[in-house]
């Protein structure tokens, strides 16, 4: 069965630092555009970083670019989400998605995960 799941979210103080993962199951993740993206409550779902199938290309989006970085283990079939700095402004919960080209565009990229919640707060 074709699956993406995330995990690794939880509560954390700001400032402090979480590692996301993706992991696929029931396909190859390494053909795959892997993006992560964020939604927090009445907000829409907004790009946070992709990567390419190769490994050569990564995109942050301003608001972490500095903060969270993106890395994939083909071997694990798993891409993980390394976030340090945390501000209460980045909670929301978090997906990881599988798409055709590197891109923060949410509707690029068919096939999501169910989500894993993260929330910065002291």
């Known amino acids: 069965q074709w699956q993406l799941v995330e995990s690794g979210g939880g509560l954390v103080q700001p400032g402090g630092s979480l590692r996301l993962s993706c992991a696929a199951s029931?396909?190859?993740?390494?053909?795959?555009?892997i993006g992560w993206f964020r939604q927090a409550p009445g907000k829409e779902r907004e790009g946070v970083s992709c990567?390419?199938?190769?490994?050569?290309?990564?995109i942050y989006a301003d608001s972490v670019k500095g903060r969270f970085t993106i890395s994939r283990d083909n071997a694990k079939n798993t891409v993980y989400l390394q976030m340090n700095s945390l501000k209460p402004e980045d909670t929301a919960v978090y997906y990881c998605a599988a798409g055709p080209i590197n891109s923060l565009i949410p509707r690029l990229y068919k096939d999501w995960g169910q989500g894993t919640q993260v929330t910065v707060s002291s």
């Open positions: 029931g396909f190859t993740l390494e053909h795959y555009v």
């Open positions: 990567i390419s199938t190769n490994i050569r290309s990564t």
